[in-house]
């Protein structure tokens, strides 16, 4: 605290309300306690762009610009301008110069994104000169961007032959396939369809990501008047935070800015007009079979809030939902969950606070049709009852710590998640002072509630239960909806295709053979900065834990700068489990942080978590060995953190919970089944490409094996065949697990805390330890190799309904982290991704990701909503023999070196510090050997590892996930078909 009130004091000196500095004018300099911070917020004199810089002790610098985009039709077009305007700039004319300082720079996050009525470009890195280079690339990129109709036909949309010649037509772009993949997302359908029918009038109305359908009716020209219009630094927004000087960013960005003159951009969102009635909308949706074989309906109703810029209100209320929805003990919880009328909470529940106008959602999903009027008298009767007698204070004092703590807690990305929260009321006319300012609108909700709680009631009867701008919607699952979307696309496609012209078939065809040679054409990229590996450090950051050992068991502390927070982590691994204990690991993890303990519920266990602790809860762990081939740990990791004065209570929590568990809570448990299978078809659209991989290792390997068993497939068939089948069952399997792995001896424990609350933690720490059984004291933690049949090659296809893309995979055997192999395999998969998959799979293919790995004692490739998928596997076959023959560069070569070590040097928040080797990772000596073989590694070597790895006679496994329509396709070529979503959870 000190030394933040030393920079404030430096602050306030250089800065004064008034103040010219660059052509800039500082409108405000305000201190923010709540985050250690200050916020200097300007304007340009010239254009009237708006800056806000947070000053903060944190070398991870952020930077971001953003534009008010307000599209008013469905045709993409601010998502399409995202993509294109990073193809290429004024100053920097190489093709994809984002991607391309993705491996020329230490950044620690870069991206892109568009909101509803925004678009983002953020960035962050922890070097100057890095940051220098990247702020270059951004603003060239917004302000400059080349715009060329080849860029656009990439990333938007095009028709080209499927097939070189005379093949047939089709779509084809990476937005275009993109959001193919979110129409068949049924979370997104809905969350979308609340959001246009919420706010329908304005630019809220369409979708700001573009309807596939409706993304072909979008041309070159409409995008290039798009950013003319709304890229302009009137319309714009900068954000930069950490420690490096604001004059220095004010100079660079003045050089652009000055450009520039005025306008008026004309993208203020007006605010929705109260309704005179509440309202009601029905739309349509894909079908989830893993729900059972019945129609299972969303259904929700949504409140209009006050405008963003309305900051008490909005946080209030915020307060207030929060308590209604988190938690077991909350009512909604009660009213929905507990009563067994739905799955889950609907998509979207919450309160929604990026919008001009927010909005809360509450609702359900998997709901029987005969159900939804009971969902809805549900919902009312929980606001007649808050209306009548309030909330419960001390559900109401845990929302409030568990803000009090997020303040605390120190995480890496903690400036880029400051400024996403900011720009969305920024740009609605929220000071970003005013939205980081907590404290004073807490101490006035707390002042304004008092001790008869009439706040909360009166909030509730004129935000809610009185408020005539409601909207009941509800989604009706389409069993052929995925068909329906193809079968409009080919009516869409006939209809273009039939009035083409020969000319038009010329163009066509022209366009494609000219995009195709600037995909692979050799560019010179000397424009484009680049860090090199002289600026690398050739010595790993290292942060020294003490270890010591209680009650046998062995514990590491580090000491350092966590804010107030004591983080806790017990790692248990065991060897002794049956396969049917260790199948149900993962839900034997999820469990048991969630049911009560010691003759208390699992509600009120969980509002004593709310009340004490944050991110209380358990997962399973694996972890290859560094060393040795085919032996690995396998078991869970239980973590928690807490102020420091909730100590002694947090680590009575895990007492309760680890020496008696009330399995016996069969509803709750039943309740956490329907939520997980609830979630996981859009789980798998979300990252079908990690399902892919896990199981195309699971060809591979018994760590292959593993690890599908606990994340991918198997895991999500068994949990639907527990789910389909009698919960006692599970309750008998959970209880034998536990039983096995609540043995002191399996137990490791790592402490992240301050210096002054060691003893304090030892202390809590024994008492924890000594009360649970050591039953067994030497196990060694690898587990042997199991029985496994190596053959040349498994190919599958993982039949997913309604999937509209396809996610591919195929994996090699790999290497230990610390064999001399694994830095040039580290080096190889970076190559392959950026240099090679990159283009063959994103710019021709059309998919919206690639990419290699070298993890795990694996090699896999990947590709990520993919229109292709045969395709996509030959390129996997061409890429291994791209590498082996050494097809690549010498600054290739280089910059996936960079890529590599930009990873390693990520920054590590305090509460984090010392959990790789922990966790089963590499020590200092191996991580100081690996990084030295990433540093030098050599052309030859890459080319070696390539051929020995990657030779096609090697065991791997190829897996393609996709949608029924491409199963008879792959049964003739021969593959083994499993089909997710089967009500009876077979394989």
Request: proline letters at 4%; one cysteine or more; glycine letters at 8%.
């Amino acid at each position: 605290m000190l030394r933040y009130v030393g920079r404030f004091s430096r602050l306030h000196r250089h800065y004064s309300t008034g103040q010219k500095i660059h052509g800039y004018t500082v409108t405000s300099v305000d201190p923010i306690p709540d985050f250690n911070c200050t916020a200097v917020e300007l304007i340009h004199d010239g254009t009237g762009a708006r800056h806000c810089h947070i000053d903060r002790d944190d070398s991870n610098n952020n930077f971001c610009v953003a534009f008010a985009t307000t599209p008013m039709d469905d045709t993409g077009v601010a998502h399409i301008l995202e993509h294109t305007a990073l193809c290429g700039s004024e100053q920097f004319p190489v093709r994809d110069p984002f991607f391309k300082m993705l491996t020329r720079s230490f950044s620690t996050f870069m991206n892109a994104m568009t909101a509803p009525d925004f678009t983002m470009y953020p960035f962050s890195t922890q070097n100057k000169q890095d940051f220098y280079n990247l702020l270059s690339i951004y603003c060239d990129a917004a302000f400059f961007p080349n715009l060329n109709r080849l860029d656009f036909l990439q990333e938007g949309w095009r028709l080209e032959h499927e097939e070189k010649g005379d093949g047939k037509i089709g779509f084809k772009g990476v937005v275009f396939n993109e959001m193919k993949g979110y129409n068949n997302n049924s979370g997104y359908i809905f969350g979308q369809g609340v959001l246009q029918n919420i706010l329908p009038s304005h630019t809220y109305g369409n979708c700001s990501g573009g309807v596939p359908l409706s993304i072909p009716d979008l041309s070159h020209e409409d995008l290039v008047a798009f950013h003319r219009s709304h890229y302009h630094p009137s319309n714009a927004v900068f954000y930069t935070y950490g420690d490096l000087p604001l004059e220095g960013h004010l100079e660079k960005l003045s050089g652009v800015l000055d450009r520039f003159g005025r306008i008026d951009p004309n993208t203020l969102v007006p605010s929705e007009a109260q309704w005179s009635e509440p309202r009601t909308v029905e739309i349509s949706g894909p079908h989830d079979p893993s729900l059972g074989d019945g129609d299972s309906l969303t259904v929700a109703v949504s409140y209009k809030l006050p405008t963003l810029n309305d900051r008490y209100h909005n946080l209030a209320l915020s307060i207030i939902t929060e308590v209604l929805t988190e938690g077991a003990q909350s009512k909604f919880y009660e009213a929905l969950i507990q009563s067994e009328l739905g799955a889950d909470f609907a998509p979207g529940t919450g309160l929604c606070s990026y919008t001009k106008d927010s909005y809360f959602t509450i609702g359900l999903k998997g709901v029987a049709k005969e159900n939804v009027p009971k969902v809805l008298e549900a919902i009312e009767r929980v606001w007649a009852e808050v209306c009548e007698e309030g909330v419960d204070e001390e559900q109401l004092s845990a929302v409030l710590h568990q803000i009090e703590i997020s303040k605390k807690h120190q995480s890496t990305s903690f400036g880029l998640h400051l400024g996403m929260g900011i720009l969305g009321t920024w740009l609605h006319g929220c000071k970003p002072s005013e939205y980081l300012e907590l404290n004073s609108h807490i101490a006035r909700f707390k002042e304004l509630q008092g001790s008869d709680g009439g706040h909360v009631r009166e909030l509730a009867r004129t935000w809610f239960r009185d408020n005539t701008h409601r909207l009941t919607t509800i989604m009706v699952p389409d069993r052929s909806y995925g068909e329906k979307l193809q079968e409009r696309e080919e009516e869409l496609l006939a209809e273009r295709t039939a009035t083409l012209s020969e000319q038009d078939e010329v163009r066509i065809k022209k366009e494609a053979s000219k995009l195709a040679s600037a995909q692979n054409s050799t560019q010179d990229l000397s424009c484009l900065p680049c860090i090199t590996l002289g600026d690398v450090s050739s010595e790993p950051t290292h942060y020294p834990v003490e270890r010591t050992n209680i009650h046998g068991v062995p514990v590491q502390i580090y000491t350092g700068p966590t804010n107030g927070v004591t983080y806790f982590r017990c790692l248990v691994t065991d060897t002794d489990m049956v396969d049917e204990q260790r199948a149900v690991l993962p839900l034997y993890s999820s469990i048991l942080s969630e049911v009560g303990a010691k003759g208390r519920s699992y509600q009120e266990c969980d509002l004593d978590k709310m009340l004490r602790t944050g991110n209380f809860g358990c997962s399973t762990h694996t972890a290859a060995s560094v060393t040795e081939t085919d032996e690995f740990k396998v078991g869970m990791v239980m973590s928690s953190y807490c102020l420091d004065s909730n100590l002694p209570y947090m680590t009575c929590l895990w007492q309760d919970l680890l020496t008696q568990p009330h399995f016996h809570e069969t509803d709750r448990i039943k309740a956490l089944l329907d939520s997980k299978v609830a979630s996981q078809k859009d789980g798998i659209t979300q990252s079908g490409h990690q399902y892919a991989m896990t199981r195309s290792r699971s060809h591979l390997s018994p760590l292959g094996q593993l690890s599908e068993q606990l994340g991918g497939f198997k895991q999500a068939q068994l949990v639907q065949q527990y789910n389909n089948g009698d919960v006692q069952d599970l309750v008998s399997e959970v209880a034998g697990t536990h039983y096995v792995t609540m043995d002191r001896s399996l137990m490791s424990v790592a402490i992240n805390t301050t210096l002054s609350q060691v003893d304090e933690v030892v202390d809590a720490l024994s008492e924890l330890l000594r009360r649970i059984p050591d039953r067994v004291s030497s196990k060694d933690y690898s587990i042997d190799t199991r029985s496994f049949t190596s053959i040349s090659a498994i190919n599958e296809f993982i039949e997913v309904q309604n999937l509209g893309v396809n996610f591919c995979s195929r994996s090699f055997r790999g290497a230990p982290a610390a064999h001399p192999d694994s830095p040039k395999l580290s080096v190889l998969a970076a190559l392959l991704s950026s240099k090679y998959l990159h283009r063959e799979v994103r710019e021709k293919g059309g998919a919206y990701g690639s990419g290699c790995v070298a993890s795990n004692q694996a090699v896999s490739f990947f590709s990520y909503r993919d229109p292709n998928n045969t395709a996509t596997l030959e390129v996997f076959d061409r890429a291994a023999q791209w590498a082996a023959e050494g097809a690549f560069t010498d600054e290739q070569l280089n910059e996936a070196q960079i890529s590599v070590m930009g990873k390693q040097d990520a920054p590590v928040a305090p509460g984090s510090r010392g959990l790789g080797e922990f966790l089963g990772g590499m020590d200092l000596d191996q991580r100081r050997a690996y990084r030295a073989g990433v540093l030098s590694v050599t052309r030859q070597e890459v080319m070696d590892v390539a051929g020995r790895y990657l030779a096609p006679d090697n065991l791997h496994g190829n897996v393609v996930v996709g949608s029924e329509t491409e199963t008879s396709k792959f049964t003739d070529l021969g593959y083994l078909i499993d089909t997710f979503g089967k009500k009876s959870g077979t394989d």
